[in-house]
């Protein structure tokens, strides 16, 4: 069976640096380029950071940078959960700086989608920003995705904002052009990533997991994404959970859009569940996760990485 090709598009971030890990070890997955954007941490911090990934996985992943910032919003990091690099808590060996494309983050993605003989499946678990920008600049890519599998969004509550999630609220105009995009999208948003949890009892595990499981426990000492105590979010790992595992989850058809005039609730995605708005559905929502399930399977994929 031929792999799944993949591009990442990400903010490393503790809970990014796991989501990679599980794509990057999968059997099921080609990850065929990795880009990076503005979000938890500066742009630079954050290429830096998936190019030190690369070298500790011991991984030959192109990696591009994408945008510094986010379309119009001012950058407002989440270095409160992650440290201020972004991946506090573990030595990682130097960046491996060879795998770092000249070519930006857009023509990087452009060029991988159109050369790539099966459609390419888009992962974003970052601010939308790079892939507002590819469908902005080179709109015949959408034919040639297969699918957005994105982390963000949140049909209820939010954790940037009241009703508004870190990833979309943070670029929500990209948001609005990317859910408006008309490409196959599937969202992973905070109704499973709240659920997507490391109990206390799964983080001694770790410890006997091999080096990724090692690593994965250093970085959670300082991940302010949940607490050993009560639990770690995996949000990240939710969009590639759904790519390798999607019978975990209760998915919705559903229309969304991204609220950009309130005052109070700007970013925040309005997941049509009664249809109010008249319109076609234009996404797949996860609603709900098999929390055991998700457990077993992020436990058991991490004692399959390095
Ligand atoms: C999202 O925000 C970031 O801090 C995480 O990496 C994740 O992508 C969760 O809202
Ligand atoms: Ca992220």
Redesign the pocket.
Known sequence: MSKRPIIIDT?P?I??ALAIAVALFSEELEVKLITTVA??VSLEKVTNNALRLLAFFEKDIPVAAGASAPLIEELID?SN??GVSGMEGFDFPEPKKSLLLKENAVNAMYRTIMESEEKVTLVP??PLTNIALLFAMYPEVKERIQEIVM??GSASRG??GVMS???VATDPEAAKMVFASGVPLVMAG?DV?WKALVLPEDTAKLLELGEVGKMAHCLFKKYR?GSFNTGLKM??SCAIAYLLCPQMFEVVDTYIDVELCGSMTKGCTLVDLKGYLKKAPNAKVCMDINQELFRKWFLEFIGQCK
């Open positions: 903010d971030g809970d990014d979000g938890n989440a959960v992650h678990i970052a982390m963000g954790n940037k999630e870190f990833n905070l990533g994404g949000y990240d």
